[in-house]
Nanobody, 122 residues
């Protein structure tokens, strides 16, 4: 069974830092694009950052310069380093990954992590 398990959420003061990780497990041949989404209370889920297999990245404008997405294919893990955190960053963060279950799969299957709470508050 394929799953994504997130860790690293918590409470941090404004200006602080937090690191999130999301590890894939199960029968996985290769991993395509990976990303992080977040959803704050009363708001729509939004894309925070993405990273391609070639490590091309894209970020939500409001987090540029503060967040860094990276991946470790050997560990089947995607990370999100969050610096200079603001109260507006408070949300449940979800990782997402396109996973190929076998060598000749024609398309990946998209999986989601369980979500981890990030709270930025004084």
């Amino acid at each position: 069974q394929v799953q994504l398990v997130e860790s690293g959420g918590g409470l941090v003061q404004p200006g602080g830092s937090l690191s999130l990780s999301c590890a894939a497990s199960g029968s996985i041949f290769s991993i395509g694009a990976m990303g992080w989404y977040r959803q704050a209370p009363g708001k729509e889920r939004e894309l925070v950052a993405t990273i391609t297999p070639g490590s091309r990245t894209n970020y939500l404008d409001s987090v540029k310069g503060r967040f860094t997405i990276s991946r470790d294919n050997a560990k089947k893990t995607v990370f999100l380093q969050m610096n200079s955190l603001k109260p507006e960053d408070t949300a449940v963060y979800y990782c997402n990954a396109d996973l190929y279950s076998r060598r000749y799969a024609v398309r990946p299957d998209s999986y989601w992590g369980q979500g981890t709470q990030v709270t930025v508050s004084s």
